[in-house]
């Protein structure tokens, strides 16, 4: 089993900034990649940040040059540093551990055999 911890979330002012950590710990194997979803009150779970072990960083418009992604291969740790907060920011946010893809084909965020985190709230209001 892979187990996925996150933590890091509280309440900011808008235009504040935070830092989420997520490990993983358990049987590891090389992990491809990770990355974070968020899920806002009455809305779909939806992918906004992911990293793959050879450094790539992609990210959704809605965060594109206020968040960044980023990971320690050594420790097993993804984390996403947000900057200029917005009320529009808060969710709840998770880690994500993707299943590598095959052999040419494309990764796959939010797969069905993913791993995911426990969640933790961010808040942004004044």
């Known amino acids: 089993q892979l187990h996925l911890v996150a933590s890091g979330g509280g309440l900011v002012q808008p235009g504040g900034s935070l830092r989420l950590s997520c490990v993983a710990s358990?049987?590891?194997?090389?992990?491809?990649?990770m990355g974070w979803f968020r899920q806002a009150p009455g809305q779909q779970r939806e992918w906004f940040a992911g990293?793959?072990?050879?450094?790539?960083?992609t990210y959704a418009d809605s965060v594109k040059g206020r968040f960044t992604i980023s990971r320690d291969n050594a420790e097993n740790t993804v984390y996403l540093e947000m900057n200029g907060l917005k009320p529009e920011d808060t969710a709840v946010y998770y880690c994500?551990?993707?299943?590598?893809?095959?052999?040419?084909?494309?990764?796959?965020?939010?797969?069905?055999?993913?791993?995911w985190g426990q969640g933790t709230q961010v808040t942004v209001s004044s």
């Open positions: 358990g049987r590891l194997v090389s992990i491809y990649a």
């Open positions: 994500n551990l993707p299943l590598a893809p095959a052999p040419g084909e494309e990764l796959k965020w939010g797969g069905e055999f993913d791993y």
């Open positions: 990293t793959i072990r050879d450094g790539t960083t």
